[in-house]
């Protein structure tokens, strides 16, 4: 069974605050996601990675940073946290060799900034 | 903009009945097609997916149909349980350029009235 585990589960943050979202996979998968859940929105593509130590920008990754050091480890940074980056964010790893669409995700991080 | 998109944010079935989500996309290179199902407070997993070199593939009580030319595709769940009530977010991705994203739709969330 695929393993995606996420830390914390749960964070309150300040604004201006730095937040990282870590997410540690055990699937041996090339690729690592994080996407954040908003009510209306479903799940946005924020950076993605396919190999270590490189890191894409997808579809909203103003005010967010990705880190890949490893296969296994992928962090997303929040260096200014702002109330608009409250939200749940689900970090998945998918199948090696290309897009099979089978993601794997994480139980998911709820960040919310007061 | 936004590249997937489900039309209805919600849909309800009587027990029994057949519900139908539907999803468009934009981008013509988009070759893979996938729908998931999330229940509250859990991670969304994958249900059914299907490549464009095919127009429909059944399993089970799940049936996707895609439709390339009109850029659409919809899931099919006959008898419809009330277990089956959650949110169902569809996701288009294609290869390109050796990496891979998955973008998905806003969600439909289903609820099967018994």
């Known amino acids: 069974e695929a393993a995606v585990t996420q830390s914390p589960r749960s964070k309150v943050a300040v604004t201006g605050g730095k937040v990282t979202l870590s997410c540690h996979q055990t699937n041996n998968h090339d690729y690592m996601y994080w996407y954040r859940q908003d009510t209306g929105h479903g799940l946005r593509l924020i950076h993605y990675?396919?190999?270590?130590?490189?890191?894409e920008k997808g579809d909203i990754p103003d005010g967010y940073k990705a880190s890949r050091p490893s296969q296994e480890n992928f962090s997303l940074i929040l260096e200014l946290a702002s109330l608009s980056q409250t939200a749940v964010y689900f970090c998945?790893?998918?199948?090696?060799?290309?897009?099979?669409?089978?993601?794997?995700f994480g139980e998911g991080s709820k960040l919310t900034v007061l | 903009g936004q590249q997937v998109k489900q039309s209805s944010p919600s849909l309800t079935v009587q027990e029994g009945g057949i519900s139908i989500l539907n999803c468009d996309y934009e981008?013509?290179?988009?070759?893979?097609f996938a729908w998931y199902k999330k229940y509250p407070d859990n991670s969304p997993t994958l249900l059914i997916s299907v490549r464009s070199n095919v127009d429909k593939r059944e399993d089970g009580r799940l049936t996707v149909f895609l439709n390339k030319s009109g850029k659409h595709f919809s899931l099919h769940i006959t008898a419809s349980q009330p277990e089956d009530t959650a949110v169902y977010l569809c996701?288009?991705?294609?290869?390109?350029?050796?990496?891979?994203?998955?973008?998905f739709g806003e969600g439909t969330k289903l609820t099967v009235s018994s």
């Open positions: 998945a790893s998918s199948d090696p060799g290309g897009l099979t669409g089978q993601l794997y």
């Open positions: 996701a288009a991705g294609a290869n390109q350029g050796g990496s891979a994203k998955l973008i």
């Open positions: 990675s396919y190999v270590a130590d490189s890191t």
């Open positions: 981008n013509d290179m988009f070759d893979y």
